[in-house]
């Protein structure tokens, strides 16, 4: 999994960027670095960037899955804010005939996280403040650029990555899809303009 790399906005960019955008040729979202909270080694994994292209062939958590109770949070990490999701022990009419306490172990640290006294946007929080099995953290959540082509011919997108020096990676196009290119950090000027005059 690409190296997560984060650079401040540049306001030089902000006009071409404006007009990439107005056109169709990039687009913006929120992302950040997805993480998984270790239950039984109390230690945060990360998986790369919490892109769902990116992460639909990772690593499923037995302890999310249909009828246990989720809760999910805005929670402090490391100076900033991070979104958790975890498995909680409380009861719900949809749960599975055992409780997720007896067969997970509980997660320290996402209960750690969870019980601070400045988290925000709270849902299912446990009434004893206890996580179980592992977490899901996404930190660091910035705006991210991706380039698309609608109507690209084959093999265009992916010759044009080739071209670019931005720290990035090619999404395969799926199901009628085209393909995407998504920028690790801001894309450079040197980019912005070799996109402006290949497609703007």
Not at 83 to 111: I, M, Q, V
């Amino acid at each position: 999994m690409a190296k997560a790399i984060r650079t401040n906005p540049r306001c030089t960019s902000r006009a071409t960027l404006k007009e990439l955008a107005a056109k169709g040729i990039l687009a913006s979202s929120m992302v950040g670095i997805r993480c998984i909270i270790r239950a039984t080694a109390d230690v945060i994994d990360d998986q790369g960037f919490d892109l769902w292209h990116l992460q639909r062939n990772g690593e499923r958590l037995p302890n999310f899955q249909v009828g246990l109770v989720e809760c999910r949070a805005w929670v402090s990490y490391n100076g900033g804010r991070a979104k958790l999701e975890a498995t909680t022990d409380t009861r719900h009419w949809n749960n599975p005939a055992y409780p997720p306490g007896s067969a997970f172990p509980e997660n320290e640290l996402a209960s750690r996280l969870l019980n601070q006294p400045d988290t925000k946007a709270a849902f299912g929080i446990p009434l004893n403040g206890l996580l179980y099995g592992d977490a899901i953290l996404v930190r660091d959540i910035r705006r991210h650029w991706s380039l698309t082509k609608r109507g690209a011919k084959q093999g265009e997108v992916e010759y044009f990555n080739e071209m670019l020096s931005t720290p990035r990676t090619l999404i395969e196009g799926w199901n009628g899809h085209p393909p995407q290119i998504f920028f690790h950090e801001e894309p450079n000027e040197g980019d912005l303009i070799f996109t402006k005059l290949r497609y703007g």
